[in-house]
């Protein structure tokens, strides 16, 4: 593995740090700013939106900048973004520093796949999709905890310390490993190429199905630690280490998704949505047995995350000649389909669904996914297309 690449995945591991860590701290962050847990709950909401919306407009507004000195601004803004968040003596100021991260990890996902793919031969871009987007796992499984870990020590703002010091430590290996002109073939081409390019089916259909699987996913996700709880009768001391077996699940999936992407990338897709499918049904039933569910959890993280190396693929191929638009708008997608699984389920819950219902939404949001995505392929190959050429080739 290049260090290069590991520049990459270091800078994804503080950004999803950063992005996840504020749920091990929330209370702390509430009582230190005079708020109430609920109003400090809108930091997630305010991150999530200015991934979506700040994200693909700095991605367009910044696309003639070389891609080495783009990724080290925006690990200088996150690192600079932490230290106000760390200092912020009000809710509010806070609540600005966060949307200022948020923003630059909204460009860097998108920007850093693109660099990535362009690192390695063409049969190895899903492996290297795959460790960008292992970078939000790993970040899961150390980088929450230890965060937590530290505010819990040395209080809440020390969390924010830490996580720069983190952002700071991947700013400057990539400064020393990243070659120069790593994917600077997406500097070329005009802005109105960047916006056609999202016309092309394979794309419009890919954002849809990251919408579905976000969907699915985190109408579940969102309470799956009442569904434990409450439904399948775990102990409160072994809820912990079954979400961590969850992320081992789900970087371990992000990978085989990353030598299933560099296979056979549709039919590869294909399949994994189907097991998510089935695996949504099978946790439905299985949820009140405690063994049986607890592997069920870890096998679903698995087929979770492999199908982000397969999707974010086929856009960067079909966005070749124009990918900075598109490859943002991917974490856009997936907070949409965050945002719209917590009301979802929010909502269900409220009219007396039931925990044990919500993974009936991953069947039919999954099942979803899958005909979208087998009318996409259908469509490619009957119209016998193949993905553009890079630009500046």
């Not at 690449?5 to 591991?13: E, H, K, Q, S």
């Not at 919306?53 to 900048?65: C, F, H, N, Q």
């Not at 049969?123 to 505010?151: C, E, M, Q, W, Y």
């Not at 709880?229 to 992320?247: I, K, N, R, S």
Request: charged share 5%; glycine share 12%.
């Amino acid at each position: 593995m290049s260090l290069p690449l590991i520049a990459l995945f270091l800078a994804a591991f503080a950004f999803g740090t950063a992005e996840f860590v504020i749920a091990g701290v929330l209370p702390e962050v509430a009582s230190g700013l005079g708020v109430t847990i609920p109003i400090a709950g809108y930091l997630v909401t305010g991150y999530a939106i200015g991934i979506a919306i700040g994200g693909p407009l700095l991605a367009v507004a910044t696309k003639k900048l070389s891609r080495k000195t783009l990724i080290i601004l925006l690990g200088s803004v996150f690192t600079l973004g932490q230290a106000l968040c760390a200092i912020a003596p009000s809710f509010e100021l806070l609540m600005v520093a966060r949307v200022l991260v948020s923003v630059v990890h909204g460009t860097y996902f998108g920007i850093a796949a693109i660099v990535a793919v362009n690192l390695v031969p063409d049969d190895k871009r899903g492996f290297a999709v795959a460790l960008i987007l292992s970078g939000l796992t790993v970040s899961n499984i150390l980088g929450v905890p230890g965060g937590t870990a530290i505010g819990n020590a040395f209080g809440w703002r020390a969390t924010f310390w830490a996580v720069g010091a983190l952002g700071l430590i991947a700013t400057i290996v990539t400064a020393l490993f990243l070659p120069a002109k790593a994917g600077n073939t997406a500097t070329s081409g005009s802005f109105m190429r960047e916006f056609k390019a999202l016309g092309r089916q394979q794309i419009v259909t890919s954002l849809l199905i990251v919408i579905l699987v976000m969907i699915g996913q985190y109408s579940l996700f969102t309470y799956i630690a009442p569904l434990l709880l409450e439904v399948t009768g775990l102990d409160q001391a072994v809820l912990p280490w079954v979400l961590l077996l969850y992320g081992v699940g789900s970087t371990i999936g992000v990978f085989i998704g990353g030598r299933l992407a560099d296979w056979k990338l549709m039919p590869s897709l294909i399949v994994i949505l189907g097991l998510q499918a089935a695996m949504f049904t099978t946790l439905h039933f299985v949820s009140p047995f405690p063994i049986v569910m607890a592997i069920a959890v870890i096998a679903w993280g698995g087929v979770n995350f492999a199908f982000g190396s397969p999707v974010q693929s086929r856009v960067l191929a079909w966005a070749a000649d124009a990918p900075n638009l598109a490859s943002a708008l991917i974490p856009t997608g997936f907070n949409i389909g965050i945002a719209i699984a917590a009301i979802l389920g929010a909502t269900l819950l409220e009219n007396g669904f039931g925990y044990q219902n919500l993974p009936l939404i991953g069947t039919v949001a999954l099942l979803l996914a899958v005909l979208v995505a087998v009318f996409s392929y259908a469509w490619e190959l009957r119209a016998g297309t193949t993905p553009p050429i890079p630009a500046g080739t």
